[in-house]
């Protein structure tokens, strides 16, 4: 048999060190993943949907940093992996897709499953291609992969499954990625940013995944200017644990200590984020931006400084120039707030001996004091992110991801399943929403399928949560929230896969001790009340009156019972 373009593109994913393919096969991979199969040395991921392959893949690139890649036949096969490619893409991992296509011969004339997937992933992606003949593919190929490593984020190849099974004799080259450079900003602009700094009275940071490796220089920053530490969603995992100065986030899933300390800084200082919500940044201070992408500088508020560099690398070049402060009354007061917030949330995670509602507080609570030191977890879209926010603690091993930039349901199980196959020692937690893990729930089948020993918690209220409170918070009745669920735990039983249901809190910690213990894929399904409401760190007079309108709505049409138990499960202290 000839080498045939396929075995180029298998030989060429080996030699930049890919490991898995996330996929389904199809009439038009076939010729791709019968060459995986004769290659041996990457292994195929079987998934049930091809969003689950994507979410997967991009899980993996986002803990490793490494190029991950998935898969899908023409046409419909490979429009599956559109969300998860917009998932990577935002989150600015690297991740290559093949694009399957319908016959080279039949492109343009309507033939069946036609697409034209070199546009439709145009968006979600750096870099997207058509191979329209062996020929091609050396040159597009190493271009995408390059493309997706040096950019961070989606290259897409569309190849044809007639090409791919056409002879190509051209031997694959090195794999050459050059170590990430220093990039930090000019001398001048180190010395504006230290000036600014220097000047300003009251100093806070607030930091983002770009802060990853750059820890220690955070923390001496913040150090010298006697600054409280705020940190995004993404920035979590990088930023909360060892670091004296941290006062958990802002933002709607945020603490009041982090809305009021950038509300009343005078000077505020962006490392690595590009956090969308602008009513949470201050009005008055002067604000100053450090970011890889300079197209990120400015995009939420006007800024006085500037300036292009990776945190850890600029941080390095900055400390030297920044005077040490000694009135830490701003970092005073910020760290007294914070305090008294967390107090008041780790209340709200406890079970009383009289309770007979799980809280979802308290599920995440044991979860992280139960799970491993170097656990990943991942966590669903809507309250369960809130949750994970409040109460899953990092400690600079254990990992945190989501869909923390594109808000898509049901990633979490998807996103695990990535995980446990890049970490297979590792544990690995889904902390899934009941809407989330039933949307993509044929993905379930896949941890029987590979074995993979993904540990899910399912927060079972009943209900699209999120929705329901954003809902109310508009002054609308929460119609179309309602989640008629089977019991996760016998459907696991009944698939072969071990499953426990809790519906007392009492339960509860020997339930998870037992789920994370099991040698092997396991679902854990907790009852959680329903009503349970995430409060964010403000409100205003509108939120107010409009939450008040949903009351007034709710008993005209009958729902005063509902009412009771709002106020039931959320004044129970």
């Given amino acids: 048999m000839s080498r045939t373009a396929a075995d180029y593109l298998a030989e060429a994913l ?36 091809e969003e689950g392959a994507a979410f997967a893949a991009a899980a993996e690139a986002h803990l490793t940093g490494e190029l991950t890649v998935c898969a899908g036949s023409c046409g419909p096969g490979n429009l599956h992996l559109i969300n998860g490619l917009y998932e990577a893409q935002r989150s600015n991992v690297p991740m290559l897709a093949i694009a399957a296509h319908i016959p080279s011969t039949e492109i343009g004339i ?79 602009e180190l010395r504006r940013l230290s000036e600014l700094l220097n000047r300003g009275q009251r100093v806070t940071l607030f930091c983002g995944a770009g ?9 001496e920053l913040a150090r010298k200017l006697k600054a409280p530490i705020v940190h995004t969603m993404r920035g979590k995992e990088y930023i909360e644990y060892d670091n004296p100065f941290d006062i958990g986030m802002t933002g709607l899933l945020g603490f009041s200590s982090g809305y009021w300390a950038m509300k009343d800084c005078d000077t505020l200082l962006l490392l690595g984020t590009d956090f969308p919500y602008r009513q949470f940044f201050p009005e008055h201070a002067r604000v100053a931006q450090v ?58 995670a406890e079970s009383g001996p009289n309770s007979r509602l799980i809280h979802p507080q308290y599920v995440n609570r044991v979860v992280s004091e139960l799970a491993d030191d170097a656990a990943i977890f991942t966590c669903d879209v809507g309250t369960p992110v ?30 695990a399943i990535g995980a446990q196959a890049a970490f297979p020692q590792r544990q690995v937690i889904s902390m899934s929403g009941d809407g989330g893990f039933t949307m993509m729930m044929g993905e379930f089948v896949t941890l029987l399928q590979t074995g993979l020993p993904v540990k899910i918690v399912v927060l079972n209220n009943g209900t699209l949560g999120f929705v329901e409170m954003e809902m109310k918070a508009s002054g609308f009745l929460d119609e179309g929230c309602d989640l008629k669920n089977p019991n996760f735990a016998e459907m696991a039983q009944s698939m072969g896969i071990k499953g426990v249901r809790v519906e007392a809190p009492k339960e509860l910690r020997a339930a998870v001790g037992e789920v994370l213990q099991h040698d092997g894929p396991a679902l854990l399904d907790v009852v959680t ?24 709505k709710a008993v005209l049409d009958g729902r005063a019972g509902q009412l009771i138990d709002l106020a039931k499960v959320n004044l129970r202290r």
């Fill in 14 to 49: 080996a030699q930049a060190g890919v490991k898995r393919v996330y996929g389904v096969v199809g009439d038009s991979l076939n010729g791709f993943t019968d060459s995986l199969r004769r290659l041996k040395s990457i292994d195929w991921i079987h998934v049930r949907h």
């Fill in 110 to 188: 309507d033939y069946f499953q036609a697409t034209h997937p070199e546009h439709l992933f145009k968006e979600c992606s750096h870099y997207c291609e058509l191979v329209s003949s062996p020929e091609q593919l050396p040159q597009i190929l190493l271009r995408a992969m390059r493309v997706a490593v040096a950019q961070k984020g989606v290259a897409v190849v569309v190849i044809p499954g007639d090409v791919a099974l056409k002879p190509l004799a051209k031997p694959v080259p090195a794999w050459l990625l050059p170590k990430a450079p220093v990039v930090r900003p000019h001398e001048s």
């Fill in 211 to 219: 802060c990853a490796g750059a820890h220690a220089e955070v923390v």
């Fill in 291 to 348: 970011d890889i992408r300079a197209a990120a500088l400015g995009n939420r508020c006007p800024l006085e400084v500037g300036v292009v560099g990776t945190v850890g690398d600029t941080l390095k070049a900055l400390l030297p120039l920044v005077d040490e402060k000694t009135d830490s009354t701003h970092l005073d007061g910020a760290l007294a707030h914070y305090r008294k917030v967390r107090a008041d949330l780790d209340a709200l």
């Fill in 386 to 415: 809130a949750w994970a926010a409040r109460y899953l603690k990092m400690n600079g091993r254990r990992r945190l991801i989501g869909s923390f930039n594109h808000g898509s349901m049901a990633n979490a199980m998807l996103q």
């Fill in 529 to 552: 009340a329903r009503q349970e409401l995430v409060m964010p760190p403000a409100t205003t007079f509108d939120e107010a009156h409009k939450f008040g309108m949903f009351m007034l």
